[in-house]
């Protein structure tokens, strides 16, 4: 949904973290870019209080930072940042999975494969929002059987962290055949029982990820001007 579409009243301050958090993904909000409470209260027709709790929610989870009395801007694509947030959310999904797979059903499994169908078709389509919310089903689904709150809660955090990346140069990081082939593997192995090869196998497509983001920083393909 558009940034400027009007916001209404129902549960104001969720729906413009959830709008701030889409537009920073998408690029629409650009890395180092400074945003004022005011503006963004007057584009979304709303008053000043639930845009300055979402500020600072974004800038919980570092999509936004500040300086009081100086600015508020959109935090610029940092790669030790990055790597420290994949370092994360490898060892997460790690633990998602291993504590998933003895208690998986085969509903579960097909949840994953449904999504990965999806993802394929995303990805056949150069969709980049389909893919991306595709991947997030797929992965959602050992998260949800590993049955942890926190686990939950601190992965959500870091998504938008490495989305940011992903949507920038999805074609580049999950565009191709390795990621649809990884899925499908994956599920295969946790339909076969074996938790920690499942866990293992989802850190290696973590860290093949994390090689490529980082080649993309090497050649400065994330360098840009923060907006005056």
């Known amino acids: 949904m558009s940034l400027d579409s009007p916001v209404s009243r129902r549960l104001l301050s969720d729906e ?18 400074k945003v004022k409470d005011g503006e963004l209260a007057e584009r979304l027709g709303l008053s000043r209080t639930p845009v300055r709790e979402a500020l600072a929610r974004l800038a919980d989870i570092g999509l936004v930072e500040a300086k009081p009395g100086v600015y ?18 490898r060892s997460l999904d790690q633990l998602a999975i291993e504590t998933a797979v003895p208690v998986m ?17 995303a990805v056949a389509a150069n969709d980049t929002d389909a893919a991306l919310a595709a991947d997030d089903r797929f992965h959602a689904v050992p998260i949800a059987a590993a049955d942890n709150p926190v ?8 998504h938008p962290q490495i989305h940011r990346i992903l949507y920038r140069k999805f074609s580049t990081l999950l565009g191709g ?5 990884h ?8 339909a076969g029982g074996d938790a920690r090869a499942a866990a293992e196998l989802s850190g290696q497509h973590w ?10 920083f090497e050649t400065n393909q994330f360098t840009e001007a923060a907006p005056a």
């Not at 899925?183 to 946790?190: A, G, K, N, R, T």
């Open 72 to 89: 508020t801007r959109i935090t610029t694509l940092n790669r030790r940042d990055v790597e420290k947030t994949l370092a994360v959310l």
């Open 151 to 158: 686990l939950s809660r601190i992965v959500e955090q870091l």
């Open 105 to 121: 059903t085969e509903q579960d499994r097909q949840g994953m494969r449904q999504a990965n169908r999806d993802f394929e078709r």
């Open 16 to 33: 413009v973290f959830h709008r701030l958090r889409d537009s920073i993904v998408r690029g629409e909000l650009a890395p180092g870019e």
């Open 177 to 181: 055949r390795n990621t649809i082939e």
């Open 183 to 190: 899925h499908d593997q994956l599920i295969d192995v946790c």
């Open 207 to 216: 860290s093949e990820l994390g090689g490529h983001i980082n080649q993309l």
